[in-house]
């Protein structure tokens, strides 16, 4: 760029013999006046351009994910949602829902934002005893209807709880227990409160693990579930599939022995489990399932599952 160099004013200057003087040098108070009029008529625009969003500032910044007030990915902040992108079972279960038929079973569902209000009436009067709603993500994101779809659940007679959608990579594991907790995570010793889960699955935004090792994801989950039983003295609830548990813990045996485990299966059995658990304790069958779409089976009478409420 060729460099600007001010000079000294020159006054007085003339226009060449045999030339006219330039308009506004013989006119210029109306000149003057000219150029204030013009500068006042662009005010306007000029302030409404100020005042106009910019579209970059409305889109998502992949780091700051702890911030959302929504998921980045709202189509995809279910339970379970993450599944029919990485196993097979998920996208060949996806038409179909037959109830597993189990010696003892309860009926339940688990629902979040995308659910809306939900008809918890029609969901009781078909045989639904238990229901797990969306809280929370991250340490940002709460789920606009959780009143609604936790409150609602409860006034119909359901045994119901709260669950968390993890995102290792945005914060800690005590983190999000604390955001999860403050915002309707929490348990009570009332006979119809189960404890908090915490939903491990494939990341939505990202890497499937997180971007974390094997150790780093043990740790994390420890973190949340050490976080949440120092508030509540309640073991939380898992809900993992075996092929992401392999994949992002390395198949790690320890909480089997402590934390009730809920699996998705989109078949007409459970398969395999992860490492540590010899049994489940809730299985999602499928997630095309009348009303609201995901429904699960607990493992058990209606008695177990009181006493999987009360602790």
Known sequence: MPEHRSG??????????????PLCSVLAPLCSALA?????????????AADR???????TDPTA????SEPAHPDRDWMGSTLPSHEPHARAGQGAHPRPRLTASV??????????NVNWQTLWNSGVRWAYVKATESTGYTNPYFAQQYN?????????????????????????????????????RDGKTLP??????????????????????????????????AKTGRDPVIYTSTSWWKACTGNYAGFGATNPL??????????????????????????????????????????????????
Not at 65 to 68: L, P, T
Not at 152 to 179: C, E, K, L
Request: glycine share 14%; proline share 7%; charged share 15%.
């Open 152 to 188: 609602g659940s409860y006034n119909v007679g359901m045994i119901r709880g709260a669950y968390h959608f993890a995102t290792p990579d945005t914060s800690s594991g005590a983190a999000q227990a604390a955001h999860f907790l403050a915002h309707g995570g929490g348990w009570s």
């Open 196 to 229: 908090g889960a915490l939903d491990m699955e494939y990341n939505p935004y990202g890497a499937a693990c997180y971007g974390k090792s094997p150790s780093a994801m043990v740790g994390w989950v420890r973190d949340f579930f050490t976080a949440y039983r």
């Open 53 to 59: 969003p910019d579209p970059a500032a409305n889109r």
């Open 8 to 21: 000294p004013v020159r006054r007085g200057l003339r226009a060449p013999a045999g030339r006219p003087a």
């Open 262 to 311: 809920w699996i998705p299966r989109y078949s007409s059995s459970v398969g395999e489990l992860p490492a540590g658990w010899g049994f489940y304790t809730m299985w999602q069958y499928t997630s095309t399932g009348p009303t609201v779409g995901d429904h699960s089976v607990f493992n058990g009478a209606y008695d177990r599952l009181q006493a999987l409420a009360n602790g």
């Open 65 to 68: 994910k702890a911030a959302r």
């Open 36 to 48: 204030l009029l013009l500068s006042l008529l662009a005010l306007p625009a000029t302030a409404a």
């Open 107 to 116: 009926e339940g569902v688990d629902v979040s934002s995308h659910n809306g």
